[in-house]
């Protein structure tokens, strides 16, 4: 998530300040996904986190895909996470 871009700033400046979960998967669809001991999370107030590409250089995994659900659709929900697994959730959270 550190190193995800942001360009368009929706919903924050990209990385730890601020991004969707789309942009966050199409960061990992282009860069792959490495492990947590390859690059370890470490919590900074504020957002402070930046990202350490070197760290992101070697994937271990790759994401594939992913598909945005209807807004508010609670059986859209509850198939794609009996049909497909993990679900992600980007929340409007501001003050």
């Known amino acids: 998530i550190s190193c995800t871009p942001n360009p368009e700033h929706c919903g924050g400046?990209?990385?730890?300040?601020?991004?969707?979960?789309?942009?966050?998967?199409?960061?990992s669809m282009k860069s792959g996904?490495?492990?947590?001991?390859?690059?370890?999370y470490k919590h900074y107030p504020f957002s402070r986190h930046t990202c350490e590409e070197a760290h992101v250089r070697t994937p271990a995994a790759?994401?594939?895909?992913?598909?945005r659900?209807?807004?508010n659709?609670?059986?859209?929900?509850?198939t794609a996470l009996v049909?497909?697994?993990p679900i992600?959730?980007?929340v409007a959270a501001t003050s």
Do not use: R
Request: proline letters at 5%; hydrophobic letters at 40%.
């Open 73 to 78: 659709d609670d059986h859209a929900l509850l």
């Open 88 to 90: 992600a959730v980007t």
């Open 62 to 67: 790759a994401v594939g895909g992913f598909v």
């Open 33 to 40: 996904v490495t492990t947590e001991a390859a690059y370890p």
């Open 13 to 27: 400046s990209g990385g730890c300040g601020g991004a969707t979960a789309e942009q966050a998967f199409n960061f």
């Open 69 to 71: 659900l209807p807004k």
């Open 83 to 85: 049909q497909h697994g």
